[in-house]
């Protein structure tokens, strides 16, 4: 356990005590930094800095008051490292854009990784004009400087909820899609399905082949299409519904809908892949784990989203696991 003693933080404001009656009584300073001692998340951080509520400090880091090493930072569960200058400023930053549908788990000069809500569009089409991902993300980036861009590194359907991630350049989109396979440890999905699951766990393997009218389905001959893995494992049950952790070995389109319905246990609200059932008002997918190595740190990023409160409502009068 962590010495709570311990304090990870030097105060290194210019205008700390011995130089405070420089400034006209009732001034406030323009800024105060801070040395960081050892490694810390941003908020926890901020909490002990500034003397001010979670919201309060969450407020200050939406509207670009805080930076770390001179760069404006805005993720609230940034990792700070030693020798790293945190600064409070009392005056607003940039002012962004306000997200919605999404929220920003972690930044850097290389990439954005984000929660997205169901209903919000990863990415539009030529022809959709709608709000999505990408677009406020773009707004956020180019708010601080109009030559920035974001880059897909993959994508969630429109109705999956859950964690994606967003490269800064081209360069660093093509390494981590040219690396995916090494590069992501873990990438695991919630599944609310229909049915009663048996098995505690399984696997589900199969060459899947896009139709004409754009539904994937799996090819019943061998090598026929992308080959596409995913594992399973049963979380709770009750007679009409399972909740699934699901594993990707592959990244296909489509692939959990696709498999789920190949087990006889289609995901609920998934009309379009043989679901009946409207239980939760959305589509029941989830993603919840993303761990990867950082493509220019090298260090192991793991984040974690939890499972949607809905997701538990078909087990709370009759569960059976």
Sequence with gaps: MRNEQRNPIRN??????????????????????????????????????????????????????????????????????????????????????????????????????????????????????????????????????????????????????????????????HALQNSWQEAVHERTYIALVEGMVKKSEGTVSSWLKESKTLKMYSSERPNDGQHAVTHYKLLQSSRSFSLLEVQLETGRKNQIRVHMQDIGHPIVGDKKYGSKSKMIGRLGLHARTLEFTHPVTGDVMRFDSGIPKKFRSPFKDNPTK
């Design 12 to 173: 290194t404001s210019r205008n700390s005590s011995r130089n405070r009656s420089s400034k006209p009584r009732g001034t406030a300073p323009e800024h105060r930094a801070f040395t960081v001692k050892e490694p810390i998340e941003l908020l926890p951080f901020l909490l002990q800095v500034s003397n001010r509520g979670r919201n309060s400090v969450k407020s200050m880091l939406e509207r670009g008051q805080v930076s770390v090493d001179n760069e404006v930072v805005t993720a609230y569960n940034l990792t700070l490292h030693a020798g790293q200058t945190v600064s409070v400023s009392h005056e607003k930053g940039i002012e962004r854009p306000k997200m919605v549908g999404l929220r920003i788990l972690y930044e850097d000069e290389h990439i954005i990784v984000i929660e997205k809500d169901a209903g919000l569009l990863s990415i539009a089409s030529a022809n959709e004009v709608e709000m999505t991902a990408y677009r406020q993300l773009m707004a956020h980036v180019r708010a601080a400087d109009p030559d920035n861009r974001i880059f897909v590194v993959h994508r969630l359907d429109r109705d999956t909820s859950g964690v994606m991630l967003f490269a800064k350049s081209e360069e660093i989109k």
